[in-house]
């Protein structure tokens, strides 16, 4: 990600061209298809078919190549040679899923690029689909109608391109049209990437051996019956998961607008900004929730008056239990912090004359009036007599 942002950097610079970025990793086949897109987009066709074509001879190549990488010995996850233990005929069934399923995947090998989170979608299908729009505005329609139908091996039931083919055939003659049949490299390659997906699902239903098909444009008779039941239930569940927590989010979502209001709303009563006046009489915010690390956190002073403030203290040292007072939890926040608290009924308790071991604390009905309204406006209590 940071160099990404470092690449956006330097495209802002004065005097840099897109030309002066040269991607030393790329394939050959990934640069005539970018190439390729870049003139489709500026409606260069004829340039853009060249470079599709060019992009076509280099994926055979590579997946040549990639498809015979995946021959070799058997390759084991880690350590899982250690606890391998198998006959001649699972060893080998192990050993031909295993390169089954490579070959499969280099699918998505090839659509792979550097800078991408994912691979391109849909990348060889794509070619002939690119490939025909472009031979169609070059007026080349024997080559549109043979790429059409290229693509429409891989999706059959396309009606945008079952349309694009209809045109064709019209605009060049449905005799000649009906001549023109897809390529034949386009055709050994799905019939070959069937059978060996067939194969790979026979393993995964008798076997267990799991099989993740890499391609979108799959039959779906190829997969056994079994197993389309059982994706089609987890797809389902996935949807609902996926639904759930997309809904948990929106809660959140609100919740935290309401939080954030609330905290805005709070900030509004208190004061219009940090350090200034309160709104009620000379009270002043001393930090806010920033400096307090915590959210609708505030620190006030001129609350109440010194005098006051001491006779609390006072009560606290007599009365104040370790904890919040009334669950008698020692810690109710986290446990770096120490609190204490008292009840109103702890503090009626101590302020009593039924507690003589009290007096010498001092602690009087002033400081349960203090306690039970620090704001100024004192409620009196007074202790009954026996």
Request: negative net charge; hydrophobic residues 35%.
């Amino acid at each position: 990600m940071e160099m990404k942002q470092n690449l956006e950097y330097y495209r802002m610079m004065a005097n840099v061209q897109e030309e002066n970025f040269k991607d030393l990793e790329i394939k050959p086949h990934m640069a005539e298809f970018l190439m390729g897109k870049r003139f489709y987009s500026d409606d260069a066709f004829g340039l853009a078919a060249k470079y599709f074509e060019k992009a076509l001879d280099e994926y055979f190549t590579a997946n040549k190549e990639c498809r015979a990488l995946c021959e070799g010995r058997y390759r084991f996850d880690g350590y899982t040679y250690m606890e391998y233990s198998a006959d001649l005929f699972q060893a080998m069934t192990d050993h031909y899923m295993q390169q089954l399923n490579c070959k499969q995947h280099c699918s998505v090998e090839l659509a792979s690029a550097a800078g991408r989170d994912s691979p391109l979608q849909d990348f060889l299908p794509s070619h002939f689909n690119y490939l025909q729009f472009s031979y169609y505005n070059s007026e080349r329609y024997e080559q549109a109608i043979e790429c059409a139908k290229s693509y429409l091996l891989f999706h059959p039931k396309d009606e945008m391109m079952t349309q694009n083919l209809n045109y064709y055939s019209a605009v060049m003659g449905e005799d000649q049209a009906a001549a023109i049949s897809a390529r034949q490299v386009v055709k050994q390659h799905i019939q070959q990437s069937i059978l060996e997906k067939e194969l790979l699902y026979f393993g995964y239903e008798a076997f267990g051996i799991a099989f993740v098909d890499p391609d979108t444009w799959t039959p779906e008779d190829v997969m056994p019956k079994t197993l389309r039941n059982k994706h089609k239930a987890d797809r389902e569940t996935a949807a609902r998961i996926t639904e759930e927590i997309g809904n948990l989010m929106k809660e959140i979502e609100i919740l935290v607008e309401e939080k954030k209001k609330d905290s805005s709303d709070m900030t509004k009563m208190i004061v219009p900004q940090e350090g200034g006046t309160v709104l009620h009489d000379n009270i002043k915010v001393t930090m806010m929730s920033r400096q307090l690390n915590g959210s609708q956190r505030v620190l006030l002073d001129e609350v109440i008056s010194h005098d006051d403030c001491r006779e609390l203290q006072r009560l606290a040292n007599v009365a104040a239990l370790k904890g919040d007072g009334y669950s008698g939890h020692p810690s109710p926040h986290t446990p770096s912090e120490m609190f204490q608290g008292v009840t109103i009924l702890k503090a009626i308790k101590v302020c009593t004359p039924i507690r003589p071991y009290l007096a010498n604390e001092l602690i009087s009905l002033e400081h349960l009036e203090v306690f039970h309204s620090p704001s100024g406006v004192r409620i009196p209590v007074k202790a009954k007599k026996k």
